[in-house]
């Protein structure tokens, strides 16, 4: 079984509309979460990290759910430049290991 | 934060030969990391890099094919060895800081194109 899974999409939505990415992690000692965001033919870069109470910036919305071992992200107002592929990002809380999911891939379209 | 400089960007290589990727930091960083991303995947750990010693190396990942340096806390190598078609793909550098335990930042990716 991955440590990461997630749907890889393709999403495509209109500007404007709300979107939601879901990641399942399968190492329950896992301690940090992340959501990466990566543009075509570039590295990846940290969008948020992921907090137990949840957090949000600006239209994005992370959310944990322990329990479940399930994380979230949230788009509000899709823009144009939110184009890109999302990767939900794991690491446990031995080693130094990052675990990545395949990635989530969002068009938003005019 | 870390600004990471990785070089070349990107190569194209014939098979049989070696090619080494260059990771620069601008400041000091615990731990550095080799990933390799093939088209449409996500990043694969190949070996996380330690300073002054032998790399650790993932799961199918071995020392001759892949020998990595790290002679100090700001500079690694990866070399890729004896390189097939199938090594083609981005190889990307990435650090976390010793200021930032939990986040990875990572250089801009070799693109390596085996023909």
């Known amino acids: ?110 | 934060s870390a600004v990471i400089s990785q070089k070349p960007s990107r190569d194209i290589c014939q098979r049989g030969t070696s090619l080494t990727i260059q990771c620069q930091v601008d400041s000091q960083v615990t731990m550095m990391f080799w990933y390799r991303q093939q088209p449409g995947q996500s990043l694969t750990l190949i070996a996380t890099a330690n300073q002054g010693s032998e790399a650790t190396y993932e799961s199918g990942f071995v020392i001759d094919k892949f020998p990595i340096s790290r002679p100090n806390l700001t500079f690694s190598t990866l070399t890729v060895s004896n390189m097939s078609p199938e090594d083609s793909s981005i190889y990307l550098c990435s650090v976390t800081p010793l200021d930032s335990y939990t986040e990875a930042f990572f250089g801009q990716g070799t693109r390596l194109t085996v023909v």
Do not use: H
Request: with cysteine.
């Open chain 1, 1 to 110: 079984r991955k440590e990461v899974e997630q749907d890889p999409g393709p999403f495509n939505v209109p500007e404007g509309a709300t979107v939601a990415f879901n990641c399942t992690y399968s190492n329950s000692a896992s301690q940090s979460f992340f959501w990466y965001r990566q543009d075509c033919r570039k590295e990846p870069k940290l969008l948020m990290s992921v907090y137990s109470s949840g957090n949000e910036d600006g239209r994005f919305t992370a959310q944990l759910n322990r329990a479940s071992q399930y994380i979230s992200l949230l788009i509000r107002d899709s823009k144009l430049s939110d184009s890109a592929t999302y990767l939900c990002v794991v690491k446990p809380n031995t080693g130094n290991q990052f675990y990545f999911g395949t990635g989530t891939s969002l068009t938003v379209i005019p």
